[in-house]
């Protein structure tokens, strides 16, 4: 094994030395968590975030996004990727994702450091300063340095990415969600890394999976339970993997916090399997066959409960056994 992981470690070196490339922390005291950029060969980690910041002023959909960041170039700082340690990376969408009272935010990395995993900020819609060919090799680095994507809540998901007309969705940004699902899919189709979806990220990376939504949970399902800004009990349901089952313990009676109006609209012939449901059969928890990512509709980052804190660092520690019986495996 451990030649193996020495043969990696150079055949990553000599990938690294013709990369045009490189991954960089950009920290601020400003907000939550360092952010991941691209760096391109040639250019100043100072004039990419221009170039970014151009972007983000000049795109109606996502100038609101980071109205709060306080972004200051001149108190920024700029470090290469640590090369040691997990690396967790969370798409954020939401502008108070990216404050230093981002409760989702700082809750997960206070979870994530107790299991000795760093986490990084996936600025909204950077690769759109990449080039096709620049895209895909930033999907490349990531997902050969980030075990595991956090995709976290927000707001709706664009009914056109699957193929609905809208009729109650509220708001979307369809640059943003465009950007996400393109990450999503090629993070997923690599195969190298692990995807934690809750809420939106969960409706998110089902849709980036060709799945469907339901816009309105009250106006479309009979009866329902309340789902905004609520506790209620999930139902358990066997999978291959039985990633949440696991991760819960011998005690299913769970009740978890609840804020969301859409779900997934599931169906047998996709990638994934339900995990658990709500009482009035609206899908709660979906898992990859092949045991690469876990969709949650509940928010337990949110949680006060300690049942919220095992879900997601035990979770984590199934994916970490599974990729050191893996060890370095190549798609």
């Keep these: 094994m451990i030649y193996v992981r020495i043969l990696a470690f150079f055949i990553f070196l000599v990938i ?29 980690p100072q004039q990419v975030v221009a170039q970014y910041l151009r972007l983000i002023d000049t795109t109606p959909e996502l100038a609101e996004l980071l109205w709060d960041a306080k972004i200051d170039l001149g108190s920024s700082r700029f470090y290469p990727l640590e090369m040691t340690g997990s690396k967790v990376l969370l798409l954020a969408n939401r502008a108070q994702d990216y404050t230093q009272n981002s409760e989702r935010v700082n809750n997960l990395s206070k979870i994530l450091v107790k299991d ?57 940004s369809t640059v943003r969600d465009q950007h996400e699902i393109s990450f ?25 999976l060709g799945y ?24 358990f349901k066997p999978t291959r993997n039985q990633m949440l089952s696991l991760a819960v313990g011998v005690d299913k009676n769970v009740n978890v916090k609840s804020i969301h109006h859409q779900s997934v609209q599931f169906h047998h012939d ?59 495996k190549f798609y």
Excluded at 18 to 36: G, I, T
Excluded at 130 to 153: H, I, M, N, R, T
Excluded at 278 to 303: I, R
């Design 16 to 44: 690294s030395a013709h990369a045009k490339l490189q991954l960089m922390e950009w920290h601020s005291d400003n907000w939550p968590r360092p952010f991941l950029i691209p760096v391109k060969e040639g250019k100043t």
């Design 270 to 328: 996709g990638p994934l399997e339900i995990a658990a449901l709500s009482e009035d059969g609206v899908v709660e928890a979906l898992e990859d066959k092949h045991g690469k990512a876990l969709l949650v509709q509940f928010h337990p980052e949110l949680m006060i409960e300690p049942i919220g804190e095992k879900i997601i660092s035990q979770t984590l520690e199934q994916t970490k056994k599974n990729q050191r019986r893996s060890c370095f």
């Design 184 to 208: 999503i899919q090629n993070y997923y189709r690599r195969g190298k890394g692990f995807i934690f979806g809750i809420c939106r990220g969960a409706q998110l990376t089902a849709v980036a």
């Design 212 to 235: 469907k939504l339901i816009q309105d949970i009250p106006f479309q399902i009979l009866n329902p339970i309340k789902h905004q800004n609520d506790y209620h009990a999930l139902v």
């Design 116 to 172: 000795k995993r760093s986490t990084y900020l996936l600025p909204v819609a950077i690769v759109g300063i990449l080039s096709g060919k620049e895209k895909q090799e930033f999907y490349d680095l990531v997902a050969d340095k980030f075990p595991v994507a956090f995709a976290l809540g927000g707001d709706d998901v664009d009914p056109k990415y699957y193929k609905s007309k809208n009729f109650h969705s509220h708001p979307q």
